[in-house]
């Protein structure tokens, strides 16, 4: 009798799979993509995932059986799995971590180790103090999770206690797989069996004479039932206002009994209605966007801002419905799917299916089956990044909206992936076609364009011919020698603010800073309240009168005197959102300013409200920060304000620049969007930048041109590949030395394409030092061969036994 073995992919980042053995009936049923319950280490249960199933067995170890199988049939998919080897591969992570990242996590039971009491054990004096403490808190609760445990003792390391109290036999230990994942049930009320006849019916009536709330209920119950559909106990209690204790009651005396249907939680409502008619521009764009599909899996769509370019995004996707395909729709932010959703559902209806992290557990679980199954509810996904992931079976077409976004980089945690570059790729493994559609694409799209690796489709025209907003630079060095700034507005920008707002029209402000303001000083001594674990100085919070540090979530109240010398000069300096905010009220005490950052959209609809309220006129001046850039559209916004522009330009980073025009641009395409021309106010110290005079004339090829030809100059993408190596540590000495010996080795073998070592900017963040390496790769040279010699000096690296201890994290294309 031949031994069959499976390989698992297991949850966790080490590189290898591991091999557990199953009886011939088991590997008869599993298939690639069921899941199974593993146990790993001397305590653990994972979820794993088969790979593969053969009759080889392991060298180095013998192989444990496996634990249970958790799915009648795959949960995922060969294609997806190819997908996950390349990102494993191209994004120099491990399998299991794409599965972890993959996977949403009701999926992915974990067990709890469980201890119980054992009855019969007497002799307490053997236990030591811990043991006794543990012993002890189970003579109150009949169980304790590990978790529980290390909350007793106040450490780490229990194992080994719990350990000695199993080998003294005090206790024994369970291990308990939780299930995350519970269906919706909702419950319906239906007359009892014995009711079916009239005469029964009336003999009901005279028996329930007296209850008369109950007599009320079945009444109700009564007139709902015309309807002929199924009748909700919830609606029933509105409807006749009786309470549920009333209903249990006529259940209890066999007259209703409850049954339950199990729901999906998120269910799309939405009419079919006809796609809108595309102007000749958009007809034009749609049928180039045709042609280059015949010869190009991927095409780049430049519409400039308010074109249009969602419609023809509709239109496509129709098609490929028709061709009974699926479509993934792919935005960069989880704001601006609540505005597409709206937009996709008048013409889709229940076909759209929405992914992000917003959603609960229960909730991805629902559309992670949906589209494996590829059923008709799911046949639009609409999603952020992590929708790449989900088991698609036959899909047809990705959109890939605002392609240029910095949110479609993962940073943390591992994979670090690029979803924009992995849905090509998935594109390509599903033979479907891709398309990158932004006002300001990516110098890397572009280029990649222009090479003729991608097809290339321009629209510059916006919807209804509208013209492009006004753009006036407003220099503040003249500002503030004439002494004509309010606050941190200009006369000028206070002049065109009160312009549009008694034209009852309404004005975006964009700072990308949130808070009041960044750095609070001591006018006397100069120094200002650091964060105990960061690098950096706290920021304000007027609301809450606290200070609080933007990297590590630690806060304090704001003090009234300084720490360092004891007197009560403490200044602001430098502004936020908040800030900006305080003023405006202050400024136009008769309007309504609303903010939006992260501060103010905690939550799953805090983003809505805030968008709702805006669309539907409540507020006249929205104030925030970059998530005001992302494609939104409000037809009634006649002018936006930048405040600072300056703070973006000098930003330590080769994309810098390149990232301020397509920020200033997006933000700008926020005006004038319906009939009106638009007004955009750019505040600046330096109007003469180049970057800022490309913006005013929204010249997209002379940014393009010019920020190409430092790339070249200085050897950075799109010419060369960047891979950066981030050391991370609590002790100084140790990333140093290991940053040191690290850059010495890759020096070895990539010479002058070693960039470092250097701190960051923000040099040390949660009580973690952090040292960066980059490294380029020029481009004729192998990229599996560079990323090969870079695993190699990496497994040498944590050979070392001072430097295991060190987080060692590489971002390829950083």
Not at 106 to 114: D, G, M, R, V, Y
Not at 117 to 131: G, H, M
Not at 628 to 656: C, E, Q, W, Y
Request: proline share 3%; net charge positive.
């Amino acid at each position: 009798m031949t031994a069959h073995f499976i390989d698992v992919i297991l949850p966790i980042p080490i590189q290898k799979t591991f091999t557990y053995s199953v009886t011939e009936e088991e590997a008869n049923f599993l298939e690639k993509g069921i899941r199974v319950a593993v146990s790993f280490g001397k305590t653990k249960m994972y979820t794993g995932l088969v790979l593969n199933i053969h009759t080889t067995a392991p060298t180095l170890y013998e192989a444990k059986e496996i634990h249970q199988i958790l799915d009648e049939k795959p949960l995922v998919n060969e294609l997806q799995l190819q997908h996950w080897q390349w990102i494993a591969s191209y994004y120099m992570c491990s399998l299991g971590e794409v599965f972890r990242a993959a996977l949403p996590s009701a999926f992915l039971l974990e067990s709890e180790t469980i201890i119980y009491k054992n009855e019969a054990f007497t002799e307490e004096t053997l236990l030591l103090d811990d043991e006794f403490l543990i012993y002890e808190a189970l003579q109150h609760q009949s169980q304790l999770t590990i978790h529980q445990v290390v909350a007793i003792l106040g450490k780490k390391k229990v194992m080994p206690i719990i350990n000695e109290l199993v080998k003294k036999a005090a206790i024994y230990i369970k291990e308990e797989i939780y299930e995350q994942y519970k269906p919706k049930l909702i419950k319906y009320v239906r007359l009892h069996a014995d009711y079916a006849s009239d005469a029964s019916l009336e003999q009901l009536m005279v028996t329930l004479s007296r209850a008369k709330k109950q007599r009320e209920a079945v009444l109700g119950f009564f007139q709902l039932s015309t309807a002929k559909k199924p009748i909700k106990a919830k609606d029933l209690e509105e409807k006749t206002g009786v309470s549920s204790s009333i209903l249990k009651s006529l259940v209890d005396k066999n007259i209703f009994e409850f049954y339950h249907i199990q729901t999906d939680r998120i269910n799309f409502e939405g009419s079919k209605n006809d796609l809108k008619q595309l102007n000749e521009f958009q007809e034009k764009a749609l049928s180039e966007i045709t042609t280059s599909f015949k010869t190009n899996n991927v095409t780049l769509f430049h519409g400039i801002t308010s074109s249009g370019k969602t419609e023809v995004y509709t239109k496509l996707i129709q098609d490929v419905l028709d061709a009974g395909k699926q479509v993934l729709f792919l935005l960069p932010e989880i704001a601006l799917t609540t505005q597409i959703i709206t937009r996709l559902q008048v013409y889709f209806g229940k076909q759209i299916a929405v992914f992000h992290s917003k959603y609960s557990l229960n909730e991805r679980v629902e559309v992670w089956n949906n589209v494996l199954e590829n059923q008709a509810k799911a046949q639009i996904v609409l999603g952020a990044r992590s929708s790449i992931f989900l088991p698609f079976s036959n899909l047809g077409l990705i959109v890939v909206d605002e392609e240029h976004e910095t949110s479609y980089k993962q940073y943390e945690p591992s994979p670090r992936y690029n979803a924009r570059d992995s849905a090509v790729v998935l594109a390509h493994i599903h033979k479907a076609k891709v398309l990158l559609g932004s006002a300001t694409p990516s110098l890397e799209s572009y280029f990649n364009a222009q090479q003729k690796k991608y097809g290339f489709v321009a629209l510059n025209r916006r919807f209804g011919n509208v013209q492009l907003p006004k753009i006036e630079l407003i220099d503040l060095k003249e500002k503030h020698k004439k002494k004509l700034m309010n606050g941190n507005f200009s006369d000028r920008l206070l002049l065109l603010i009160k312009e549009a707002l008694d034209e009852k029209e309404q004005v975006i402000l964009f700072q990308n800073r949130r808070g009041f303001s960044p750095v609070v000083e001591c006018k006397t001594c100069g120094v200002s309240p650091q964060c105990p674990n960061c690098d950096v100085s706290l920021t304000f919070h007027k609301f809450r009168q606290e200070l609080r540090c933007h990297y590590c979530n630690y806060q304090r109240a704001m003090p009234n005197s300084c720490g360092a010398c004891g007197k009560a000069t403490l200044d602001t300096k430098g502004f936020g959102t908040e800030q900006i905010e305080l003023e405006l009220k202050a400024l136009f005490p008769d309007f309504v300013v609303g903010r939006m950052d992260l501060d103010t959209t905690r939550g799953k609809f805090g983003y809505q409200k805030i968008i709702g309220a805006f669309e539907a006129k409540e507020i006249d001046v929205l104030v925030g920060t970059q998530m005001l850039s992302k494609g939104l559209d409000f037809n009634n916004v006649t002018l936006v304000g930048i405040l600072n522009a300056d703070g973006m330009l000098n930003f330590p980073d080769f994309r810098a620049h390149e990232r301020a025009y397509q920020l200033m641009v997006q933000v700008s395409g926020r005006a004038g969007r319906a009939k009106k021309q638009g007004k955009v106010a750019i505040q600046t110290f330096n109007p003469y930048h180049q970057i800022l005079q490309q913006v005013s004339e929204t010249n997209y090829t002379a940014m393009f041109k010019e920020q190409l030809q430092e790339r070249w100059q200085y050897k950075y993408p799109p010419y060369y590949r960047l891979i950066k190596i981030t050391l991370k540590h609590k002790d100084y000495n140790k990333v140093e030395a290991g940053v040191n010996w690290l850059a010495k080795s890759l020096q070895n073998s990539f010479g002058e394409f070693v960039l470092g070592p250097t701190a960051p900017a923000v040099s040390r963040i949660r009580n973690q030092y952090i040292k960066n390496l980059v490294i380029k790769i020029p481009p004729k040279q192998s990229l599996k061969n560079t990323k090969n010699q870079i695993q190699k000096i990496k497994n040498t690296f944590e050979s070392v036994k001072d430097f295991r201890p060190i987080r060692f994290i590489i971002d390829v294309d950083a």
